[in-house]
């Protein structure tokens, strides 16, 4: 069974910073791409930042210039380093990655569980 465990999160004042990671653990045997959904209260989940294994990465453009998504492919796991964070950043944050399953025989969509992140002003 494939497992996206996250940490980081919290409670952080506006113009602060926090950092996200995400791994996957299990029955792993390609990672296409690893990446960081958000959902605020009221609104739909949206793409915050993408990166594929080949270090391709792209971010929403709300968070260009602050926020930065690395990979460690050896460890599969996805980071997200949140600088100059403002109050319309909270909301759950979750770890999303394209696993291949050798069951299913293609690449799955896995989420994580979702990480509380809480910007005051």
């Known amino acids: 069974q494939v497992q996206l465990v996250e940490s980081g999160g919290g409670l952080v004042q506006a113009g602060g910073s926090l950092g996200l990671s995400c791994t996957a653990s299990?029955?792993?045997?390609?990672?296409?791409?690893m990446g960081w959904y958000r959902q605020a209260v009221g609104k739909q989940r949206e793409l915050v930042a993408r990166?594929?294994?080949?270090?391709?990465?792209n971010y929403a453009d709300s968070v260009k210039g602050r926020f930065t998504i690395s990979r460690d492919n050896a460890k599969n796991t996805v980071y997200l380093q949140m600088n100059s964070l403002k109050p319309e950043d909270t909301a759950v944050y979750y770890c999303?990655?394209?696993?291949?399953?050798?069951?299913?025989?293609?690449?799955?969509?896995?989420w994580g569980q979702g990480t509380l992140v809480t910007v005051s002003s």
């Open positions: 990166a594929t294994s080949g270090g391709s990465t």
């Open positions: 999303n990655a394209e696993i291949y399953s050798g069951t299913a025989m293609r690449y799955l969509q896995r």
């Open positions: 299990g029955s792993i045997n390609s990672i296409k791409s």
